[in-house]
């Protein structure tokens, strides 16, 4: 290596070293790698059949994933599923999931959030959904999320469970975590294309001459 690879190379690991960086689009977003690439906090979170699940263990059971979002993503989905189990002191608020992307680091400003809350998406065990449909669709079981405008920024996305007593032991299933890109056209098969009708043009022209 000559001196001067040396000196990049050297600027490049105190580069590394000053700033955390983090992966660009979430990683092991299907739990295929158990929770490689998550924390869980709060409460008690495992990997069974290939989802992540958040269990009433605590008042708060979360799972997160700090991330760059990705240059040409626009969107953010998951599926979830709600479990709950009758069998628990009542009285109290009913559980809820709730799916937030924030700022990753304090005070946590929400990236994109449902007017007047933290998170983006909440469902509890009255089953009463809260979000806002000009940035969230809902679609079965899978939730996708606008991320438009948020191109390159620093990201926490992080999964809620919080529990009560109300009657029921509840359990949050999260899978298929993912950012979807843009779906760019294809202008060189458009140019192609337009090149090849001009060529078969000029060669028609060519033959009634
Ligand atoms: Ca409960």
Redesign the pocket.
Known sequence: MSSALKVVAAVVALGLLATPTWAIGITNGDFGLGLTGWSAPFGSVSVVGGWAVLD?STAITRLEQQFVIPGSAVSLSFDYALVFAPG?LTGGPP?SFTASLLGPTPPYNPLRSTPGYSDFFYED?SGSQSYDSSIVTVVGSTVTLDLSGLSGQDALLSFDLF????????QAKVDNVKTTESVIPEPITAVGISLTLAAAGMYARRRRS
């Open positions: 009433e628990e559980d065990s529990g009560y007593d109300d009657g029921y032991v509840a």
